[in-house]
Nanobody
């Protein structure tokens, strides 16, 4: 099994930056990819960005292109999400997930508990 723990969330003003981290432990080699999703209460979980363990980035949500960057450190089994030029609409709980190379949350079977990101206007 794979265990995931996110960190780095918090409160930031619009235009600011945050870097989220996701530390993975366990049998990470059993999963092809890691991804970040986010969810606002009352809405479906949204794919943000994904990366394979061979460091191939796949897909960014249109709403974050040019502002967010996903990266990984295999030596630390950690995936990062650098978020720049944050907007109030980026406010959400951000989840790290491990699973198949996919944009669909159904294709990920390991999830972290989530970290809250709040962007004030």
């Amino acid at each position: 099994q794979v265990q995931l723990v996110e960190s780095g969330g918090g409160l930031v003003q619009a235009g600011g930056s945050l870097r989220l981290s996701c530390a993975a432990s366990g049998r990470t080699v059993s999963r092809l990819a890691m991804a970040w999703f986010r969810q606002v209460p009352g809405k479906e979980r949204e794919f943000v960005a994904g990366i394979t363990w061979s460091d191939i980035r796949f897909g960014y949500a249109d709403s974050v292109k040019g502002r967010f960057t996903i990266s990984g450190d295999n030596a630390k089994n950690t995936v990062y999400l650098q978020m720049n030029s944050l907007k109030p609409e980026d406010t959400a709980v951000y989840y790290c997930a491990a699973g198949a190379i996919s944009f669909r949350d159904d294709d990920y079977d390991c999830w972290g508990p989530g970290t809250q990101v709040t962007v004030s206007s």
